[in-house]
Structure formats: C-alpha cells, structure tokens
C-alpha cells in the first residue's frame, strides 16, 4: 500500500489549501525568487477532447443529468488537486485528467473542494458524482466504493539541499520529520519511530501537519529533518521550491490511484475506464502527465476495482 492511507489527510478546506501558495512562493528567503503555487503548467492548454458519442451512450441516465459531473476532491496536494494562485480555481493533474474524460464522454467536470476523509462517503450518499483525489487503492476503499485506476505512484523522501543532516531514510532515528495527517507516510514513520525505541535508540520526533503543503514547508524552514510523501506530490515540492529541497532515496511501495463511484456503479466505472482507455491510446493521457511532469505514474490499462 502506498500514497494516501485509509484516511488520508484530515479535513483542509479551501482556505487551507490557499496556503499552498504560501508554501511554494514564500519558502525562500526572498519570494519573489521562487516559483508559483503551480508553475508553469496551470497555465499551459490542455488537449482538445472530442465527444466519443458510442461511450456518451453507455453514462447512465442518473448521471450528469445537468450536464456536468460533480466531483468531490480535496484540493491541497499540489501537483495532483489543488487550488491555483488566485485563490479559486482547482487545478493539477487530477483535475486536468478527469476532466477530459469527462469531456470525452460529453461532459463538463465540476470540482468541489471537500475534506479527503468525507469524499467517499459523499459519493455514497449522492453529494459527489465520483471522487478524485488522489486515493489509493486498497481493500478498505472496494469494500465501500467501486474504483477506476488511472495512476501508480508510491512513497518519495525529501531534505534541504545537500541533505545537511546526513538524513537516512532507513535509520532516522532521533531526527525530526514530517508528515501529512492521516496518509499512509504518517504510519510509515510511526513505524519506523517504534522500531528505533525497540532498538534502544532515539524515537523519531514525528510533526504532524493538516496538509502536505503545511510539512513542506517545515522542511524548508530547516524546522524538521526530512519529509515524506507521496511520490508525484514531492517531486513537484522539490521542483517549485527551486532547489531548496532534493529527493532521497528510490520510490517505494508503489501502487495505483483510483477514482471514486458508488459501489453498485459497475456499469459507470466500465464507462469511466473506457473512456481512460482511449485517451491513453489517442496520446491525450501522457501529454496531460507530461504537462504536469509526472509521466513516470502512468499506467497502460486502466482497471475497475484491480486486485492486488
């Protein structure tokens, strides 16, 4: 299991989102010098998608019968989902991605920010249509859910550039690290922090933040040792903070995002999958990937409800 945990980060509105810009624009010592909250990629085009009328006929009738599919997502985990520098509009590689299958299937996407922990149960009482943000797949989540993989993407350490206190992912004992509440990276160094105290050496100081942007920018600030999170969301950290940070160590536990229907909608996830599927093959999946510069997480065939 990888990436977001069964519960993933605790609830981060859209004002706390906002503070994604303070993360990545105001690290640095002098702001002006860093990069934006989204690069330049919320501001590149995305590809024109064109209606695919025979899998337009397979959405069931319930769904987007106003048009648009309203989707649920928690939108502070830059690059995937989150909220762009004027403070409104959701952007990332997410948002990019299902839209266009939206589109492909003659529909507008439209994203609502919501707490992470309440998403699930939100496309289960009808608030939300599907669910996207970043979830991984995982026994927990099909016993409540029907999932559509789209994405791979596993756990990333990162530290200050030239990894100044000679950081060890594999023995950080006694150093201070952080982590988003609620993800599977939060559980992982709780781990780790046992290990050491069964060890006989220093528990690892574990800081705890609401959001990733919130630990990102602890580890900027020199106020903790090291960060971990997902893979795709630290490398896009490492990118915006504009060579504060760097990346250590390889990729592990790796293991497929999933988008979110209810549980009795098999038909509409074979749907979704679908349509995922031709834009894999038209080349419109790894231009939208490449663009927001995680092409390493792309997958060949999307699944509905993939075992491991």
């Known amino acids: 299991m990888s990436a977001r945990s069964l ?24 702001p002006d010098d860093a990069a934006s909250s989204s690069g330049d990629a919320a501001t590149e085009s995305t590809p024109t998608v ?13 769904i987007g019968e106003d048009g648009a599919i309203t989707v649920g997502s928690d939108t502070s985990y830059a690059p995937s989902e989150f909220i762009d520098e004027d403070g409104e509009t959701i952007v990332g590689f997410d948002v990019d991605l299902f839209s266009a299958v939206a589109q492909k299937l003659g529909f507008e996407a439209e994203f609502e920010s919501a707490s992470f922990d309440s998403i699930i149960a939100g496309v289960g009482s009808g608030r939300y249509e599907v ?17 559509i993989s789209y994405f791979s993407a596993g756990t990333q350490w990162a ?5 100044p206190e000679d950081v060890d992912a594999d023995n950080a004992c006694g ?16 781990a780790r ?21 919130e630990a990102t920018a602890a580890l900027v600030s020199g106020r903790v040792d ?26 592990y536990d790796s293991a497929p995002y999933g988008w979110v229907v209810p549980q009795a909608q098999t038909e509409f996830a074979q749907v979704l999958a679908d349509a995922l599927t031709a834009l894999i093959e038209d080349g419109t999946y790894a231009e939208i990937l490449e663009k927001w510069g995680v092409e390493a997480g792309a997958i060949d065939t999307p699944e509905v409800n993939p075992t491991a």
């Open 7 to 30: 519960t993933r980060r605790a609830a981060t509105l859209v004002a706390v989102a906002t503070s994604a810009a303070l993360v990545l624009t105001g690290c640095g010592d002098d």
């Open 50 to 62: 064109e209606v695919d009328e025979a899998l337009a006929a397979r959405v069931p009738a319930e």
């Open 131 to 147: 669910g996207v943000s970043s979830f991984t797949i995982n026994p927990d989540r099909l016993a409540e859910a029907t999932m």
């Open 159 to 163: 530290v200050q550039e030239g990894n």
């Open 175 to 190: 150093l201070s690290v952080a982590v988003q509440r609620g993800t599977v990276q939060a559980e992982d160094i709780t």
């Open 193 to 213: 922090s046992a290990e050491c105290e069964t060890s006989g050496e220093e528990a690892i100081d574990i800081q705890q933040f609401e959001g990733q942007d």
């Open 226 to 251: 090291a960060s971990l999170a997902d893979s795709p969301v630290m490398a896009y950290a490492v990118q915006q903070t504009n060579g504060q940070l760097e990346l250590l160590g390889d990729i």
